[in-house]
């Protein structure tokens, strides 16, 4: 049973448009996320964090968004660069207890130029 | 990488023999994971740490044993290699303190370990 899903495998963007990444979670536990990014044959790198006390965290062009009745997050990217073509993961966790962290399978985006 | 080194970092070895990856962290970090990454599946935790010898069951861990004997490292034991442990296998480092802020109670993560097994 998949905890959390991101259910677009991929999604191309233009260079300077938006990119909306999305994420759904089934447990109502999770109270913190994640998103990481990742290059081939590279570790994954922490991008951006929310705490479900939010609703919205930004850090430059990188916004996540949290919907915590649909259990639903999603990422902004504005606009998209061809830098950020890569493999994005988003998590959960549980702040209490032993963290443990659930991935999604990931989306692979890609911006043209 | 933040002071995380996984060993080796490529290995091919034969179905049936053991497998033993390493995970080292300079960071004096609490709490240590394995991960392994498959196409279609994304990362997917194995075991995980929250202390010396403590250790527990993450989402994938028939086959995987784990060990955790020194606050530094981390070790995942494969006892007898099948050919669906052919994966890439990430080793990630977490500091817990205080309640979650923007920022804070992240993972870090190596650089992997690519393990074949024919």
Known sequence: DQQVKQNSPSLSVQEGRISILNCDYTNSMFDYFLWYKKYPAEGPTFLISISSIKDKNEDGRFTVFLNKSAKHLSLHIVPSQPGDSAVYFCAASRTSGTYKYIFGTGTRLKVLA | ?118
């Open chain 2, 1 to 118: 990488d933040a002071g995380i080194t996984q060993s080796p970092r490529h290995k091919v070895t034969e179905t049936g023999t053991p497998v033993t990856l390493r995970c080292h962290q300079t960071e004096n970090h609490r709490y240590m994971y394995w991960y392994r990454q498959d196409p279609g599946h994304g990362l997917r935790l194995i075991h995980y740490s929250y202390g010396v010898k403590d250790t527990d069951k993450g989402e994938v861990s028939d086959g995987y044993s784990v060990s955790r004997s020194k606050t530094e490292d981390f070790l995942l034991t494969l006892e007898s290699a099948t050919s669906s442990q052919t994966s890439v296998y990430f080793c990630a480092i977490s500091d817990q303190r205080g309640p979650p802020h923007p920022g804070a109670n992240v993972l870090t993560f190596g650089a992997g370990s690519r393990l074949t097994v024919l």
